[in-house]
């Protein structure tokens, strides 16, 4: 088992990754607290619930509806009244068994009830386990816009256990690894050059390279969430490819793609923006490419978008400040920053590249 540690003093906390970790009855016994709520939906645990071994953690258990459209405040106010029937008290500890959905639902629970209470994630898609269950942001949908209503919430461990991702659907696999690819273009060129040699090895599922993707994107993510735990400044440069991919999402109607196509496409027009403005090579480009085309991951916007309603929808982002559109641009592979100085003319040509 390897373990990371995202430091954020006194809130630190572990990241354990490992193979059949889920069956270590110990598991959690460092977290103190004698009282557990565990929160998956029925998927999940008719799938995967068996594989964990402590029954303490199983105690009070609270099965929600999947979905993207069950993350909302109904799905909360079911986990509250839960947690209160059952006298769930302050020092209880919740635990998220899930992909991203249950991970941002039951933080959100966590930070709210009684004013918070502690939180362990045990992320069970790769989406959730090199993104969403590191950092602490947690939130629910609101029928005017996505995880608009949202706090920090920094969980106490984060447990991976590579083995759930065998029922994974491919396509829910794929979307994950646009997120891993990711990490290697904004801050690490021999992971994103290790990634593209061992294409065959990550998708035939072999645990050690899984393992690898999964620890090299944890360490990247909890480095960044160290320096800059709120978004000011350098954590926003895990946004690549977001501002682009939220667009689209939107624009296409949510749930025709799944985020990471949409991010993965987006972060081929960054680094188009990129080449435009001078700075990125085109065999940087091509590589980025043909890495995400191994993931069948897309490379050209959906058919029949609106180029301009599709910007128009970029500047209502929630990444705008001060008027100003703020992007993050690949340097070159291993480096990004962000600037508000691309002009749109820029932007406006490197869309209509990928139609
Ligand atoms: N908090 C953050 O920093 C952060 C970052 C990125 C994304 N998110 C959020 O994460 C959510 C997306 O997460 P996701 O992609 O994990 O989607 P998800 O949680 O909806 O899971 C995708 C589907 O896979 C199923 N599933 C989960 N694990 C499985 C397994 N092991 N085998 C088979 N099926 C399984 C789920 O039940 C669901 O149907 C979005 O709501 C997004 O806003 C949050
Ligand atoms: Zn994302």
């Not at 609270?62 to 979905?67: A, F, S, T, V």
């Not at 069950?70 to 500890?93: A, E, M, P, T």
Request: aromatic share 8%; with cysteine; proline share 2%.
């Amino acid at each position: 088992m390897k373990t990371i540690t995202v430091k954020l003093k006194d809130r630190s906390y572990p990241i354990y990754i490992g193979k059949d970790i889920l069956k270590n009855k110990n598991l959690l016994k460092k977290i103190n607290s004698n009282n557990f709520a565990l929160i998956t939906n029925k998927k999940i645990k008719s799938l995967h619930l068996s594989k964990i071994k402590n029954t303490y953690l199983k105690k009070n258990l609270i099965i929600l509806n999947d979905g993207e459209k069950y993350k909302n405040q109904d799905s909360i106010s079911k986990i509250y009244n839960s947690l209160l029937k059952n006298k769930f008290s302050r020092d209880g500890c919740i635990v998220a068994f899930g992909g991203g959905v249950i991970g941002d639902m039951s933080g959100f629970a966590a930070a709210t009830y009684q004013r918070g209470v502690n939180f362990v994630q045990i992320p069970t898609t790769l989406l959730a386990m090199v993104d969403s269950s590191v950092g602490g942001k947690t939130g629910i949908n609101h029928p005017l816009g996505k995880n608009m209503i949202g706090s920090f919430h920094q969980p106490s461990a984060v447990i991976i256990d590579i083995n759930v991702l065998k029922t994974l659907p491919k396509r829910q696999f794929n979307a994950g690894m646009a997120e891993v690819i990711k990490y290697g273009i904004i801050e690490n060129k021999s992971f994103f050059n290790w990634i593209e040699n061992n294409i065959e090895k990550i998708k035939s599922n072999e645990d050690s390279s899984i393992i690898n993707i999964i620890k090299k994107s944890c360490e990247i993510k909890a480095k960044i969430v160290a320096m800059d735990e709120k978004e000011k400044n350098i954590r926003a440069l895990l946004n690549l490819g977001h501002t682009f991919g939220h667009a689209i999402e939107n624009n296409l109607g949510y749930g025709k793609w799944l985020h990471g196509e949409a991010v993965a496409c987006g972060f081929l027009i960054a680094c188009s923006v990129s080449i435009h403005n001078k700075t990125m090579k085109q065999v940087d480009y091509e590589k980025v490419k043909k890495v995400i085309k191994a993931f069948d991951l897309p490379t050209k916007l959906p058919r029949g978008l609106n180029l301009k309603k599709l910007y128009k929808t970029m500047t209502l982002d929630k990444k705008v400040k001060n008027n100003q559109m703020v992007y993050v641009i690949p340097k070159n592979i291993g480096k990004a920053y962000i600037t508000n100085k691309i002009h749109k003319n820029i932007v406006m040509k490197a869309l209509e590249e990928h139609v």
